[in-house]
């Protein structure tokens, strides 16, 4: 009998399940490995500091960030006294969960199949991926951190199937030296609705290789397609092609994380991907330490209603970060016009500043307010066309 049966081992499975075997729980973690999420891979300081992860872990430092309209023109933003650090999911996510496992987490390998109750506490039920038998992991409680379209959500959380999803897609390439369009410690966001008619695309640097991809929620936008268009438009035609992955990932948070019983949901399962942004990596972490937090005080208290915890803390701390990133999104995205507007606003220097210290420490910066009302004002401007896309 475990405490928690962690199902997912990415980053915010491996996260929980380390936390809550570091607080002395019993934890199993059920992954069935070998996939890999298509993912830019960028992840900030504040990630770090918090989940002790070294500079080791980096494929790349990244210092600039391209912005780049529809019609071409761009906006570099330094990021000032700091970087983003870049990790490849291939290697980062087995480093976390072989980190749990160390820590005394028993790692299970196989497919989540279902929940059984029949003496009233869950068993989960798992495909043994060497077997292909089932097998079961009976225990107090369950985490679902299996991604977006969670198997362990859909069948045990009420509108778990509601969340509306980016079906994302990049490719890993060889990393060409640095050209006129590629820069090795450059991020390149493009806002661009030939790539993406309702995201945007990206080219991040992983050292030796990088990623190169978009997403889109319209089912009719071919990503691979639209991919290679991106490649073209970079001048990475020609770069040999490491890998392929595609998932979907959620757009926003869940109402509700937990089945009021046994099961909290955490990461992509939880719905935590940044809007606008689309970063999930750091979100998804988090998600898994709260999840854990939330398990550790129902296991103690023995009330279910504890597992609430779990999204009230995630959401006291970032509710308002998702709710702006959100109205950038809807503002911003709908068309051509808006994206090359959003771009002109990305010339500002308070827009700059104040965006890469919130992503770098993940909250809203309070300490400048006339800063934060001129930028309404500009934002407002720049919506309404009173002010002309600036051209570079």
Not at 4 to 15: D, E, H, K, L, N
Request: net charge positive.
């Amino acid at each position: 009998m475990f405490d928690v049966v962690v199902v997912g081992g990415g980053p915010s499975g491996a996260t929980a399940a380390e936390d809550l075997v570091r607080s002395g729980h019993s934890v199993a973690l059920l992954d069935r490995e070998g996939r890999i999420k298509p993912c830019g891979g960028a992840i900030p300081p504040r990630l770090m500091q918090d989940f002790h992860i070294n500079d080791g872990q980096l494929v790349a430092k990244v210092n600039t960030a391209r912005m780049i309209s529809p019609t071409g023109r761009h906006v570099d933003i330094p990021i000032e006294n700091g970087f983003v650090g870049m990790v490849d999911r291939k290697d980062f996510d087995p480093f976390l969960r072989a980190r749990a496992t160390e820590a005394g987490a028993e790692y299970f390998t196989g497919t989540f199949v279902r929940i059984d109750r029949l003496e009233g506490t869950p068993v989960v039920i798992y495909r043994d991926k060497a077997t292909q038998e089932h097998k079961e992991l009976p225990c107090k409680l369950v985490i679902g951190a299996d991604g977006a379209r969670s198997r362990v959500g859909l069948a045990e959380v009420k509108d778990a199937d509601k969340v509306p999803l980016v079906f994302a897609y990049h490719e890993i390439i060889k990393a060409p030296a640095k050209t006129d369009v590629y820069d090795p410690v450059r991020c390149d966001v493009i806002y661009d609705g030939a790539i993406s008619p309702d995201f945007y695309g990206w080219v991040f640097p992983h050292g030796d290789s990088a990623s190169v991809g978009m997403g889109s929620e319209l089912s009719s936008v071919n990503l691979k397609q639209a991919t290679a268009d991106l490649r073209a438009a970079s001048g990475l035609t020609d770069c040999e092609t490491l890998r392929k992955e595609g998932a979907p990932i959620p757009l926003r948070p869940l109402d509700r994380w937990d089945n009021g019983k046994d099961v909290v949901l955490a990461g992509d399962a939880a719905g935590v991907v940044a809007p606008s942004s689309g970063e999930g990596i750091y979100y998804a972490m988090v998600g898994g330490r709260v999840a854990a937090t939330a398990c550790a005080a129902t296991l103690a208290s023995g009330r279910v209603k504890d597992l609430k915890l779990a999204r009230k803390l995630f959401m006291r701390e970032h509710k308002t970060v998702f709710r702006v990133l959100a109205s950038m999104q809807n503002a911003y995205y709908r068309s051509d016009d808006r994206r090359e507007r959003f771009v002109s606003l990305c010339h500002d220097i308070d827009v700059q500043r104040l965006t890469f210290e919130a992503y770098m420490n993940k909250k809203l910066v309070k300490a400048r307010p006339m800063a934060h009302i001129k930028i309404g004002i500009k934002n407002m401007a720049h919506l309404t066309g009173l002010v002309k896309a600036n051209h570079v």
